[in-house]
């Protein structure tokens, strides 16, 4: 151990730009504590006593990937759940209400079973199910007490209460002061082990208008949704985060639970705790309030890899918006060696008023308002898309934007990056790291992000030296394999206004290159 | 890999003006929350706090919408006690024998029954000793003096704040500078906007923009210049051993700066982009009209661009308005990171020193009236969800009432446990996105704004639901219980507004802004401590009228279930773009979007 950090420490003098290692960077290092509990949980500490606050980042290494079948949705539904409370919290009499939302799961399910008979449908005996439903929903309501979870966190100085769900993983975060580490352990490990499904039809409701708001009333929302469903047919990446809305209108709280016990397992956490927090005093009260979650084995996950892509394809959304380009290209995991080689082109592209695309298509052809190219989309855990987007302006068209992002995309292939960029690349990764430390809460996400993906929260510092490696010759070698014609799907918003309907197949789409 | 073009496309895209303009700005709905901009990325590399617009396009679905300040609780004695009687209920339910279970007896001693627990878990050789969540007692929180920054007034009348930061090799500086978009000509709207990006793009007299942008870029380094309703500013960030040499530049492109036209011309594409686009987005129309609705048309707060007004804006205009304002008895500059104050100070005095005073920035004469009552509807056929806003004129934060307003809006609008949340969101399942209060601004009345975001067919429902909160408000403006939540809330949290030296001196450059002593902050905490029952129902007859409230609709009223008719006459409001004169985009003397 001792040994590794002499290592780290050396890398740093080396590969670090020169204020970084005079800041003794290996300092940082030492404030970071890893407990992995017999359970599997593993929590990593930065001690960083600047103020008496401190954040956590609870991050579970499953997201919407996991949703199954006919149940999309169903892992976000399952992180709204988690802040409806316990057997502890957000009840006036648990005893009681156990039993009656016991009663909501069956009448549900009778009501769902009619519901979604195809034929033979029985419009009265519907009725009479949608009806015993509700009375069950009042009669467990009536034990609610409404976001009690969220007034302890927030009477006791929480703030920043919030948590994500996006593909790759779901995750939990506030921030509180220092003095409040114990409830904080207390009502974490709480809703961690014992969720309860109250009010689960109410918020499922709440998730539908989170549906409408994200994704249907929003341009590039329906966009997206479209473009991932055609760019992915396999790989879970081609559904949506949010759920389809049957799906939403069909999965249950006994759903949500089953999600629950198979992935909200200890082993399949990482908690990353940031602040004046002293790892002799926190890691015995973790151990004492989070020790209580069961030992089980991380699920397995079996994977459907993406089929190569071997023709191009295409959405165009005819919509009252103005236009909007998008394009995509398959790209292998995170873990892909070449992973800071991507970080390069998207760097090189699009970082900044130096990047290409904003030099070419923004600044000298003066044709787009913003041009990026990224990685990660929708997300990083499995093999996914390096996105390209642009904004025109107006009176020009996404045709435009194709080819000149098409454009650029050749030099890659054709021509090396300037050492200039390439340096410029990595001097900006190594700052970006510095400006990242500076929040604790970012630090947190950061620590349980790297555990997490990597298996040791040390990635953080080591990607730098992914980056250092990374030559010319790998941005063109990638290039070339990535950006393939038959590789790449294109998304549209093609502007239709009231008067301009196009007739049927009036649809020009974005002329090929 | 952050890029700038998050924050170009926000700005163009949304053709919003900063933050500050909108004078009730809810926190929180970070749809993901910032962090790193280099890490491989969960989503993708725009991250930052202000690529709302990307993270919403490309990223999952992110939190619960926890928005405001957040309220709370946990002063409800009756749940307490009720939630602690049934603790035993569900363990045995659980079957589940844990020291838990004995620790709740009913011994009235915490310490008899941590000594219990003790024996206990002796007994049966587990380590584990938890204590129930309602009574773990918090250590005391340890004694915290935040860093102070050390203020500077030069004889120029410039005013610096000097706030070492030694933990990171870092530098950041701001200079805020009088004179915002409220002061510009209402036929040149945008001339601020224009101003804030091509003061930065334009370059010195001896430098271009692009030049600037590659020694920047290659040393991480930032310098941006920026505008907001009542100011500009120009900040640097750099690692801090490259100070030197981009402190330099800094101080070139505030005293030398050339405006050239051909970024005037870019940044002008880049607006027009944006006013065709503002009708795209829901969001934006509410912040747009809202303000019109609630300060008024004419009012400099709820101005915008049009293609017209953008048009006319010269490069003459730009150096105009930087001859007008820019001397140092009008800015307020702050800095902060790893150096020496002493040091530090050595350093700017030179630099400010010789500077000439000039003109002192006034402050416009701004009339505000209550906006005309009435049901306001903005249509958009390609939603299925109608975003609900009932505003009104809120208050200055000079006002002694301000104290009481923030507790009234912790109990009713603000956080997870507020009164709007509780009911609208989780008891009724009508909206994510719910809440708001009586908006404060530091030198104007701020936008009073209760909103909803619901299902077409439920927009009236919707409506009637925050009428009918309102109208309980009236009469029931907050319990013990409540009062003691909300206050708990804000006091308990109330280190998460200096824990860092940066929040310190964010806070101490807005009190020197505004002029407000510069002891505010510990006066706040006063002030809310003395917040009375009586007096959060005196602020909320005072401040919430529900019947001079506007009623803004932005939604797809073929979906509508009931008619908003239903609730009285409704008056359409039409957000048609204005086309831009003719010739105006080039191309073929075209004019508008395609």
Redesign the interface.
């Given at each position: 151990m001792k040994l590794w950090f002499a290592k780290l420490a050396a890398l740093f003098l080396l590969a670090v730009v020169l204020p970084l290692a005079a800041q003794d960077l290996a300092s940082y290092e030492r404030r970071v504590s890893v407990k992995t509990l017999p359970n599997g949980l593993t929590v990593v500490l930065w001690r960083r006593p600047e103020a008496p606050v401190f954040s956590f980042f609870t991050q579970v290494d499953a997201g919407s990937a996991q949703d199954p079948l006919n149940e999309t949705g169903l892992a976000h539904m399952m992180e709204h759940m988690a802040f409806k409370g316990t057997p502890d919290i957000g009840t006036t009499d648990y005893a009681a209400e156990k039993p009656a939302l016991e009663k909501v799961e069956q009448a549900y399910a009778a009501y769902e079973a009619e519901r979604i008979k195809r034929v033979g449908q029985d419009p009265q005996k519907l009725a009479q199910l949608q009806k015993a439903w509700e009375n069950a929903r009042d009669a467990a309501e009536k034990y609610v007490i409404p976001n009690q979870f969220g007034e302890v966190v927030e009477s006791h100085g929480g703030v920043g209460l919030n948590a994500f769900t996006n593909y790759d993983e779901t995750a939990y975060m506030y921030s509180m002061p220092s003095n409040q580490l114990e409830l904080w352990a207390a009502l974490e490990s709480d809703r961690m082990m014992h969720p309860v499904m109250r009010q689960f039809y109410k918020e499922r409701n709440v998730v539908m208008e989170e549906r409408r708001m994200r994704t249907d009333s929003r341009p590039t929302g329906r966009l997206v949704e479209q473009f991932l469903g055609t760019a992915f047919m396999a790989n879970p990446y081609h559904r949506p985060t949010i759920g389809y809305a049957s799906d939403l209108q069909s999965f249950s709280a006994t759903d949500a639970a089953d999600f629950f016990k198979r992935y909200y397992v200890p082993s399949n956490m990482v908690i990353g705790l940031v602040g004046d927090l002293d790892p002799d005093v926190v890691f015995p009260i973790v151990e004492r309030y989070f020790g209580q979650l069961s030992n089980t084995p991380k699920p397995v996950e079996p994977y459907t890899v993406e089929a190569p892509q071997n023709s191009v394809r295409e959405v165009t959304l005819q919509d009252p918006a103005q236009p909007f380009y998008l394009e995509g290209y398959h790209r292998p995991s995170y873990l892909a060696p070449d992973d800071a080689v991507y970080d390069a082109i998207s760097d090189i592209l699009s970082n900044g008023r130096t990047s290409r695309l904003y030099r070419s298509l923004v600044r000298d052809q003066q044709i787009a308002a913003v041009a990026a190219g990224f990685s990660g989309f929708p997300g990083n855990k499995y093999s996914h898309l390096f996105a390209f987007y642009a904004v025109p302006l107006p009176g020009h068209t996404t045709g435009e934007m194709q080819k000149a992002i098409h454009v650029e995309i050749e030099k890659l292939k054709t021509q090396e990056v300037t050492d200039d960029e390439l340096q410029m690349f990595k001097t900006r990764t190594k700052a970006d790291l510095i400006r990242g430390l500076a929040g604790n809460e970012g630090l947190a996400q950061q620590l349980a992000y790297y555990q997490t993906r990597y298996g040791d929260w040390r990635e953080l510092f080591r990607y730098l030296d992914r980056v250092d490696k990374v030559t010319k010759a790998d941005i063109r070698r990638v290039s070339n394999q990535v950006f393939q014609d038959t590789n790449r799907t294109v998304g549209v918003i093609q502007t239709q206004t009231a008067s301009s309907q196009p007739g049927p197949g009036a649809s020009k789409g974005v002329e090929q290159q | 890999?952050?890029?700038?073009?998050d924050i170009?496309?926000t700005a163009?895209?949304l053709s919003e003006r900063g933050e500050s303009k909108d004078p009730y700005s809810r926190l929180?709905c970070h749809?993901?929350?910032?962090?790193?901009?280099?890490?491989?990325?969960?989503?993708?590399?725009?991250r930052s706090a202000r690529s709302g617009?990307l993270s919403?396009?490309?990223?999952?679905?992110?939190?619960?919408a926890?928005e405001g300040s957040?309220?709370?609780?946990?002063?409800?004695e009756g749940?307490h006690l009720?939630?602690r009687?049934?603790?035993s209920?569900?363990?045995?339910?659980?079957g589940d024998f844990?020291p838990r279970g004995i620790c709740f007896s009913r011994l009235s001693s915490l310490v008899l029954v941590s000594l219990f627990c003790l024996l206990l878990i002796s007994t049966l050789g587990s380590?584990?000793?938890?204590?129930?969540?309602n009574q773990?007692q918090?250590?005391?929180?340890?004694a915290?003096t935040?860093p102070e920054p050390t203020r500077v007034q030069l004889a120029n009348g410039l005013v610096i704040f000097l706030q070492p930061d030694l933990?990171?090799?870092?530098i950041n500086a701001t200079a805020r500078i009088r004179g915002g978009a409220i002061s510009e000509p209402a036929s040149k709207a945008g001339l601020t906007d224009l101003y804030g990006e091509v003061w930065r793009?334009g370059g010195t007299k001896t430098k271009t923009?692009?030049q600037m942008?590659?020694f920047l870029?290659?040393?991480?380094a930032k310098i941006e210049t920026d505008n907001e309703s009542d100011s500009t500013s120009i900040s640097l960030d750099c690692?801090?051993?490259d100070f030197d040499a981009v402190f330099a530049m800094y101080l070139d492109l505030l005293h030398n700066p050339e405006f050239r036209d051909d970024k005037l011309q870019?940044a002008k594409?880049?607006m027009?982009?944006?006013i065709?686009?503002r009708n795209?987005?829901?969001g934006s129309i509410v912040h747009r009209e809202s303000l019109v609705i609630a300060f008024g048309k004419d009012n400099p707060y709820s101005r915008i661009a049009q293609y017209s007004s953008v048009a006319k804006v010269t490069r003459q205009d730009l150096v105009n308005w930087h001859r007008q304002y820019v001397y140092p008895n009008n800015i307020v500059f702050g800095i902060t990171g790893?150096f020496d104050p002493k040091d530090m100070e050595a350093k700017l005095r030179p630099a400010f020193d010789s500077w000439q005073k000039g003109p002192a920035a006034q402050q416009p004469d701004i009339k505000f009236t209550e906006p005309k009552p009435g049901i306001y509807f903005v249509r958009k056929?390609?939603?299925?969800?109608s975003s609900i806003n009932l505003l009104d004129l809120g208050i200055e934060r000079s006002n002694p009432d301000y104290y009481a307003v923030t507790v009234m809006n912790e109990v009713f609008g603000g956080?997870?446990?507020s009164r709007l949340?509780?009911k609208l969101?989780?008891?009724?399942?009508?909206?994510?996105?719910v809440g708001g209060g009586v908006g404060s601004g530091w030198d104007h009345p701020g936008l009073t704004n209760f909103e909803m975001?619901?299902?077409s067919a439920t927009t009236v429902e919707g409506i009637q639901g925050l009428d009918d909160e309102i109208d309980d408000l009236l009469k029931n403006p907050a319990t013990p219980a409540e009062l003691k939540?909300a206050k708990?809330?804000i006091l308990?949290?109330?280190?998460?507004r200096?824990?860092?030296p940066e929040k310190v001196l964010h806070e101490k450059m807005a009190y020197e802004f505004y002029h407000y002593p510069l002891d505010f902050l510990e006066h706040y905490r006063t002030e809310v401590e003395k917040v009375t029952s009586d007096d959060v129902a005196r602020v909320a007859h005072k401040y919430v009228h529900k019947d001079k409230l506007a009623v803004l609709v932005v939604g797809n009223d073929t979906e509508f279930g009931k008619a908003l008719s239903s609730l009285g006459p409704v008056q359409d409001v039409d957000i048609t773009i204005p086309p831009?004169p003719p010739g105006l985009?080039?191309?073929g003397g075209?004019g508008?979007?395609?």
């Amino acid at each position: 151990m001792k040994l590794w950090f002499a290592k780290l420490a050396a890398l740093f003098l080396l590969a670090v730009v020169l204020p970084l290692a005079a800041q003794d960077l290996a300092s940082y290092e030492r404030r970071v504590s890893v407990k992995t509990l017999p359970n599997g949980l593993t929590v990593v500490l930065w001690r960083r006593p600047e103020a008496p606050v401190f954040s956590f980042f609870t991050q579970v290494d499953a997201g919407s990937a996991q949703d199954p079948l006919n149940e999309t949705g169903l892992a976000h539904m399952m992180e709204h759940m988690a802040f409806k409370g316990t057997p502890d919290i957000g009840t006036t009499d648990y005893a009681a209400e156990k039993p009656a939302l016991e009663k909501v799961e069956q009448a549900y399910a009778a009501y769902e079973a009619e519901r979604i008979k195809r034929v033979g449908q029985d419009p009265q005996k519907l009725a009479q199910l949608q009806k015993a439903w509700e009375n069950a929903r009042d009669a467990a309501e009536k034990y609610v007490i409404p976001n009690q979870f969220g007034e302890v966190v927030e009477s006791h100085g929480g703030v920043g209460l919030n948590a994500f769900t996006n593909y790759d993983e779901t995750a939990y975060m506030y921030s509180m002061p220092s003095n409040q580490l114990e409830l904080w352990a207390a009502l974490e490990s709480d809703r961690m082990m014992h969720p309860v499904m109250r009010q689960f039809y109410k918020e499922r409701n709440v998730v539908m208008e989170e549906r409408r708001m994200r994704t249907d009333s929003r341009p590039t929302g329906r966009l997206v949704e479209q473009f991932l469903g055609t760019a992915f047919m396999a790989n879970p990446y081609h559904r949506p985060t949010i759920g389809y809305a049957s799906d939403l209108q069909s999965f249950s709280a006994t759903d949500a639970a089953d999600f629950f016990k198979r992935y909200y397992v200890p082993s399949n956490m990482v908690i990353g705790l940031v602040g004046d927090l002293d790892p002799d005093v926190v890691f015995p009260i973790v151990e004492r309030y989070f020790g209580q979650l069961s030992n089980t084995p991380k699920p397995v996950e079996p994977y459907t890899v993406e089929a190569p892509q071997n023709s191009v394809r295409e959405v165009t959304l005819q919509d009252p918006a103005q236009p909007f380009y998008l394009e995509g290209y398959h790209r292998p995991s995170y873990l892909a060696p070449d992973d800071a080689v991507y970080d390069a082109i998207s760097d090189i592209l699009s970082n900044g008023r130096t990047s290409r695309l904003y030099r070419s298509l923004v600044r000298d052809q003066q044709i787009a308002a913003v041009a990026a190219g990224f990685s990660g989309f929708p997300g990083n855990k499995y093999s996914h898309l390096f996105a390209f987007y642009a904004v025109p302006l107006p009176g020009h068209t996404t045709g435009e934007m194709q080819k000149a992002i098409h454009v650029e995309i050749e030099k890659l292939k054709t021509q090396e990056v300037t050492d200039d960029e390439l340096q410029m690349f990595k001097t900006r990764t190594k700052a970006d790291l510095i400006r990242g430390l500076a929040g604790n809460e970012g630090l947190a996400q950061q620590l349980a992000y790297y555990q997490t993906r990597y298996g040791d929260w040390r990635e953080l510092f080591r990607y730098l030296d992914r980056v250092d490696k990374v030559t010319k010759a790998d941005i063109r070698r990638v290039s070339n394999q990535v950006f393939q014609d038959t590789n790449r799907t294109v998304g549209v918003i093609q502007t239709q206004t009231a008067s301009s309907q196009p007739g049927p197949g009036a649809s020009k789409g974005v002329e090929q290159q | 890999m952050s890029t700038r073009s998050d924050i170009f496309l926000t700005a163009v895209i949304l053709s919003e003006r900063g933050e500050s303009k909108d004078p009730y700005s809810r926190l929180g709905c970070h749809p993901e929350p910032a962090w790193r901009a280099n890490a491989p990325s969960i989503c993708h590399p725009e991250r930052s706090a202000r690529s709302g617009f990307l993270s919403r396009l490309f990223c999952g679905t992110g939190g619960r919408a926890a928005e405001g300040s957040a309220v709370s609780s946990c002063g409800n004695e009756g749940a307490h006690l009720q939630a602690r009687r049934n603790r035993s209920h569900h363990l045995s339910s659980r079957g589940d024998f844990s020291p838990r279970g004995i620790c709740f007896s009913r011994l009235s001693s915490l310490v008899l029954v941590s000594l219990f627990c003790l024996l206990l878990i002796s007994t049966l050789g587990s380590a584990q000793q938890i204590t129930p969540w309602n009574q773990i007692q918090a250590p005391p929180l340890p004694a915290f003096t935040p860093p102070e920054p050390t203020r500077v007034q030069l004889a120029n009348g410039l005013v610096i704040f000097l706030q070492p930061d030694l933990e990171l090799p870092l530098i950041n500086a701001t200079a805020r500078i009088r004179g915002g978009a409220i002061s510009e000509p209402a036929s040149k709207a945008g001339l601020t906007d224009l101003y804030g990006e091509v003061w930065r793009t334009g370059g010195t007299k001896t430098k271009t923009g692009d030049q600037m942008d590659d020694f920047l870029e290659a040393h991480a380094a930032k310098i941006e210049t920026d505008n907001e309703s009542d100011s500009t500013s120009i900040s640097l960030d750099c690692l801090k051993n490259d100070f030197d040499a981009v402190f330099a530049m800094y101080l070139d492109l505030l005293h030398n700066p050339e405006f050239r036209d051909d970024k005037l011309q870019l940044a002008k594409a880049q607006m027009y982009t944006g006013i065709a686009r503002r009708n795209d987005d829901v969001g934006s129309i509410v912040h747009r009209e809202s303000l019109v609705i609630a300060f008024g048309k004419d009012n400099p707060y709820s101005r915008i661009a049009q293609y017209s007004s953008v048009a006319k804006v010269t490069r003459q205009d730009l150096v105009n308005w930087h001859r007008q304002y820019v001397y140092p008895n009008n800015i307020v500059f702050g800095i902060t990171g790893d150096f020496d104050p002493k040091d530090m100070e050595a350093k700017l005095r030179p630099a400010f020193d010789s500077w000439q005073k000039g003109p002192a920035a006034q402050q416009p004469d701004i009339k505000f009236t209550e906006p005309k009552p009435g049901i306001y509807f903005v249509r958009k056929t390609d939603v299925n969800q109608s975003s609900i806003n009932l505003l009104d004129l809120g208050i200055e934060r000079s006002n002694p009432d301000y104290y009481a307003v923030t507790v009234m809006n912790e109990v009713f609008g603000g956080g997870f446990s507020s009164r709007l949340f509780n009911k609208l969101r989780s008891e009724k399942g009508l909206a994510y996105d719910v809440g708001g209060g009586v908006g404060s601004g530091w030198d104007h009345p701020g936008l009073t704004n209760f909103e909803m975001q619901t299902k077409s067919a439920t927009t009236v429902e919707g409506i009637q639901g925050l009428d009918d909160e309102i109208d309980d408000l009236l009469k029931n403006p907050a319990t013990p219980a409540e009062l003691k939540r909300a206050k708990d809330d804000i006091l308990n949290s109330f280190i998460f507004r200096f824990d860092t030296p940066e929040k310190v001196l964010h806070e101490k450059m807005a009190y020197e802004f505004y002029h407000y002593p510069l002891d505010f902050l510990e006066h706040y905490r006063t002030e809310v401590e003395k917040v009375t029952s009586d007096d959060v129902a005196r602020v909320a007859h005072k401040y919430v009228h529900k019947d001079k409230l506007a009623v803004l609709v932005v939604g797809n009223d073929t979906e509508f279930g009931k008619a908003l008719s239903s609730l009285g006459p409704v008056q359409d409001v039409d957000i048609t773009i204005p086309p831009p004169p003719p010739g105006l985009m080039g191309e073929g003397g075209q004019g508008g979007p395609q």
